[in-house]
T-cell receptor, first 112, second 111 residues
Framework: DAEITQSPRHKITETGRQVTLACHQT?????MFWYRQDLGHGLRLIHY???????NKGEVSDGYSVSRSNTEDLPLTLESAASSQTSVYFC???????????FGQGTRLTVV | AQTVTQSQPEMSVQEAETVTLSCTYD???????LFWYKQPPSRQMILVIR??????QNATENRFSVNFQKAAKSFSLKISDSQLGDAAMYFC????????FGTGTRLQVFP
């Protein structure tokens, strides 16, 4: 069965370190998204991609970057982790704007 | 700018009763798509229902239905015959060129 997986599921890192969260999907979807979920804020869009070599900034992109070198993967990098980036991160993919988005299980990141 | 507003942070309903969750959105586009997702304590996001903006007919999926008012940019979710398993966070989402979510409504279901 096709799926979308995130790794790691939990991570603790120190302020100032670079961190990369992995997202891998086997749906062969062109559209991929990264969100962060915080209490009271819902899911906020960080970056998104419509295909290989395409990346776009979302609502809360400062301090984050992504690259899309193949269809399956969209890794999210925190260049210099800050305590404000402590959150649960979700990756999602979809075939098109009118179709269901499939979500990974989430990564809980704690920056200390 | 594309925005989604859910004005009810929490709602509660008695088992077997009906509850309506509100959602409004803002967009300058005429063609777009709207979704309701459910997030139970497991954190897994589950699609509940979707609506195409060009369709006037309200979408229905078993006990879940929407009231889509395009002119008012309103997209509410009605849950009929509520069940204990319906307890979750519910997110309204809007997609034109990117998928944007609201802040969510936490639904409690009491026996």
């Amino acid at each position: 069965d096709a799926e979308i997986t995130q790794s790691p599921r939990h991570k603790i890192t120190e302020t100032g370190r670079q961190v990369t969260l992995a997202c891998h999907q086997t749906w062969n979807h062109n559209n991929m998204f990264w969100y962060r979920q915080d209490l009271g804020h819902g899911l906020r869009l960080i970056h998104y991609s419509y295909g290989v070599q395409d990346t776009n900034k979302g609502e809360v992109s400062d301090g984050y970057s992504v690259s899309r070198s193949n269809t399956e993967d969209l890794p999210l990098t925190l260049e210099s982790a800050a305590s404000s980036q402590t959150s649960v991160y979700f990756c999602a993919s979809s075939e098109a704007s009118w179709t269901e988005a499939f979500f990974g299980q989430g990564t809980r990141l704690t920056v200390v | 700018a594309q925005t989604v507003t859910q004005s009810q942070p929490e709602m509660s309903v008695q088992e077997a009763e009906t509850v309506t969750l509100s959602c409004t959105y803002d967009t300058s586009e005429s063609d777009y798509y709207l979704f309701w997702y459910k997030q139970p304590p497991s954190r897994q996001m589950i699609l509940v229902i979707r609506q195409e903006a060009y369709k006037q007919q309200n979408a229905t999926e078993n006990r879940f239905s929407v009231n889509f008012q395009k002119a008012a940019k309103s997209f509410s979710l009605k849950i009929s015959d509520s069940q204990l398993g319906d307890a979750a966070m519910y997110f309204c989402a809007h997609n034109t060129d990117k998928l944007i979510f609201g802040t969510g409504t936490r639904l409690q279901v009491f026996p």
